[in-house]
């Protein structure tokens, strides 16, 4: 059930932007900057108001979404159904702990799925099985969960992102990318003490060989 999602289209730029963009950290944010992916937690908001309720998650199937699938359309938090959140890009999505959904993006979660298995040497792997090792990698106590880096960072695959301090940046082709809600910006490969954000199992995925779709900033 939680892979059967219509995809939807966020609005470009709002006069007040509603709390839905999804930072690396996993937090949700208010911000008119639009971002490549979709996606949903389960049932976080209230309709009435299209605010978000206490809780941050409904269901342990975090999943990515296309913004646009078979011409569907949704109004954003507008129904008592899953909540519409929105992702930079894919390497966003995984850092906060997200997976890609199997219904729009069957594609991709099979690639996915493969290099999963590949790195963490399982086989037959379900998506809910996925979910439940997402979900302990990507919480502890309600909070996100920071990992130590298992390689320098230089090392680490495409799409991996980290944290130090309030700042997250992206890796990629060995360089470090300082992440943004409108985009990325070059930063200093010269961190103190980085921690790894993206779940290590996902991690794993990357090194294996999966090549997430990064904003166009970080292709420069």
């Known amino acids: ?20 963009r999804v930072a690396p950290t996993g937090d949700i944010i208010a911000t008119p900057h639009r971002g490549l992916f979709t996606g949903n937690r389960g049932i976080i908001h209230d309709p ?20 646009e699938f078979r011409g569907w359309r949704r109004p954003v ?7 519409e959140l929105f992702f930079l890009d894919e390497a966003t999505a995984f850092a906060a702990g997200h997976r890609p959904c ?22 037959k792997v379900s998506a809910k ?15 996100k969960r920071l ?3 298992p390689m320098p960072v230089a090392e680490l695959p495409d799409g991996a992102m980290v944290q130090q301090g309030e700042e997250s940046f992206l890796v990629t082709k060995a360089r ?23 779940p290590p199992s996902t991690l794993r995925a990357l090194s294996a060989g999966y ?9 420069d």
């Open 1 to 20: 059930m939680a892979n059967r999602r219509a995809s939807t289209r966020d609005s470009p730029i709002a006069t007040h932007p509603l709390q839905n």
């Open 48 to 67: 009435a108001t299209k605010t978000l309720l206490n809780k941050r998650w409904s269901s342990p199937a975090w999943i990515t979404c296309l913004c």
């Open 77 to 83: 938090m507008a129904r008592r159904s899953w909540t």
């Open 102 to 123: 199997f219904f729009c993006r069957r594609e991709d979660a099979n690639r996915f799925r493969a290099a999963w298995e590949t790195g963490n040497g399982v086989s």
């Open 129 to 143: 099985a996925m979910d439940a090792q997402l979900h302990l990698e990507r919480l502890d106590h309600g909070r």
């Open 147 to 149: 990992h130590a880096l």
């Open 176 to 198: 470090l990318w300082r992440w943004s809600p409108a985009g990325y910006a070059r930063a200093s490969n010269e961190l103190e003490s980085p921690m790894l954000l993206t």
């Open 211 to 219: 090549q997430p779709a990064l904003h166009p900033t970080a292709l």
